[in-house]
């Protein structure tokens, strides 16, 4: 029985090795959105996330942010964009923002950001009463 208890304790800090490890937010992520990739960094106290990767900057390093609900803000630079702000928490759950989509224009006041067991972060950010979440994977 103890053995079966020891087995049990080992297999369940080995599954999560990024969360017995202490781990950080801070990295590049991948998106799940057309091969995007957003690096958080501290900035401050807080956490913030910007764009640095996506096919679409593959293919047009000049890309602009042409989705903008806002006409003013459409000629920023996709590359380099910051699309999540002051994020603070931890060390499973933070929470902060704004938070930028800009695959669709959309943005949030505040996001939830959710440190998974399996390592990814479950990104969630609410207009009003309607939310979206995403999922996304640390880069390699």
Request: glycine letters at 12%; hydrophobic letters at 35%.
């Amino acid at each position: 029985m103890k053995q079966a208890v020891l087995a049990v304790a080992v297999a369940a800090t080995l599954g999560t090795p990024t969360l017995a490890q202490g781990a950080s937010i801070t990295g590049v992520w991948n998106t799940g959105s057309k091969g995007g990739k957003v690096q958080i960094y501290r900035c401050g106290d807080a956490y913030c996330g910007r764009i640095v990767d996506a096919a679409r900057l593959r293919a047009n390093p000049d890309q602009r942010d042409e989705r903008n609900s806002n006409p003013r803000l459409r000629d920023r630079k996709l590359k380099g964009l910051v699309v999540l702000r002051d994020v603070t928490g931890g060390p499973t759950e933070w929470s902060g923002g704004p938070v930028y989509d800009p695959e669709t224009g959309d943005g949030a006041r505040s996001a939830k950001i959710t440190l998974l067991s399996n390592g990814k972060l479950r990104i969630k950010g609410c207009v009003a009463v309607f939310c979206r979440t995403k999922i996304w994977t640390r880069a390699k």
